[in-house]
């Protein structure tokens, strides 16, 4: 291969999962991917495919009604592997200098709703400002006051969304 037309590894690292994300079942309208894979999922990780049902089906729901907006949601996180959200993990303790301030950012294994498929990261902003405006029309819910793009399925459709905690750490 021609050396000008190598890709630099990390994007080659986001077209590979993205191919690895882009079955059927994640392509919407005209072949578009309905959820882009963030850089920092492991490869060939089907981070999208194993968030649960029900939370799937309810952000394919906010997506309609968002692009009708104008507005295009991302799913830059979906499910993590226990040792996946574990690196994030030691990388906030590493980046904070204690556990107990790396879990105001990011939660261990045993408690992050990433690792059931219980959540989802959406992006970029200004989508999860609106998501976070409308959100509980499809029972989406921002769970926590310094995440704005963490979601998670916590109210029927049209119900209250629970009041925000201030950070994960208050989950556990």
Same mark, same amino acid.
């Given at each position: 291969?021609?050396?000008?037309?190598?890709?630099?590894?990390?994007?080659?690292?986001?077209? /590979?999962?993205? !191919?690895?994300?882009?079955?059927? =079942?994640?392509?919407? %309208?005209? *072949?578009?991917? @309905?959820?882009?894979?963030?850089?920092?999922?492991?490869?060939?990780?089907?981070?999208?495919?194993?968030?649960?049902?029900? /939370?799937?089906? !309810?952000?394919?729901?906010?997506? =309609?009604?968002?692009? %009708?907006? *104008?507005?295009? @949601?991302?799913?830059?996180?979906?499910?993590?592997?226990?040792?996946?959200?574990?690196?994030?993990?030691?990388?906030?303790?590493?980046?904070?200098?204690?556990?107990?301030?790396?879990?105001?950012?990011? %939660?261990?294994?045993?408690?992050?709703?990433?690792?059931?498929?219980?959540?989802?990261?959406?992006?970029?902003?200004?989508?999860?400002?609106?998501?976070?405006?409308?959100?509980?029309?499809?029972?989406?819910?921002?769970?926590?006051?310094?995440?704005?793009?963490?979601?998670?399925?916590?109210?029927?459709?049209?119900?209250?969304?629970?009041?925000?905690?201030?950070?994960?750490?208050?989950?556990?």
């Amino acid at each position: 291969m021609p050396t000008n037309l190598r890709l630099p590894a990390a994007l080659l690292a986001v077209v /590979l999962v993205t !191919a690895a994300c882009g079955s059927d =079942d994640t392509l919407g %309208a005209g *072949g578009q991917p @309905l959820f882009r894979p963030a850089v920092h999922l492991p490869q060939g990780q089907a981070a999208v495919n194993r968030v649960d049902p029900d /939370l799937r089906a !309810a952000f394919l729901d906010a997506k =309609d009604a968002a692009r %009708a907006d *104008g507005v295009t @949601l991302v799913v830059n996180s979906g499910w993590r592997s226990p040792a996946h959200q574990q690196r994030l993990f030691d990388e906030a303790v590493q980046k904070y200098g204690s556990e107990e301030e790396a879990s105001r950012y990011v %939660a261990t294994p045993d408690e992050s709703a990433h690792v059931t498929g219980d959540a989802l990261d959406i992006g970029p902003p200004e989508s999860a400002a609106w998501l976070g405006e409308h959100g509980s029309a499809y029972g989406l819910c921002q769970m926590f006051a310094n995440e704005p793009w963490h979601f998670e399925l916590a109210t029927s459709p049209g119900g209250t969304c629970p009041e925000m905690l201030p950070d994960s750490s208050y989950r556990g």
